[in-house]
């Protein structure tokens, strides 16, 4: 069992930048892919980034590449976003989320544990 906890979201003008946490649980934290997703007001849960185990391959959603970065530190069992150049339309609640799979980083069905997600607010 895996337990995902999200901080950093809150409200941040527009330009401004944030760095989402994730803190997971369990020993075996090393070997999941750990991804991010958002979710905005009336619509679906979207992918925006993945990085596998060891860091070495990182996947973005075309929307947020330049402009994100996911990262991970494997010794305190976390994964960054961090999150520049924001946009009002980057508004939504982030969530963290872990994968045993390793297959398909990008699909939400891969992803076997969410977090309760933390709320990002950009204004205008």
């Known amino acids: 069992q895996v337990q995902l906890v999200e901080s950093g979201g809150g409200l941040v003008q527009g330009g401004g930048s944030l760095r989402l946490s994730c803190a997971a649980s369990?020993?075996?934290?090393?070997?999941?892919?750990m991804g991010w997703f958002r979710q905005a007001p009336g619509k679906g849960r979207d992918f925006v980034a993945a990085i596998t185990w060891s860091g070495s391959n990182i996947y973005y959603a075309d929307s947020v590449r330049g402009q994100f970065t996911i990262s991970r530190d494997n010794a305190k069992n976390t994964v960054y976003l961090q999150m520049n150049s924001l946009k009002p339309e980057d508004t939504a609640v982030y969530y963290c989320?872990?994968?045993?799979?390793?297959?398909?980083?990008?699909?939400?069905?891969?992803?076997?544990?969410w977090g309760r997600g933390t709320q990002v607010t950009v204004s205008s």
């Open positions: 369990g020993r075996t934290f090393s070997r999941y892919v």
């Open positions: 989320a872990a994968s045993t799979t390793g297959r398909a980083p990008t699909l939400l069905t891969q992803y076997n544990y």
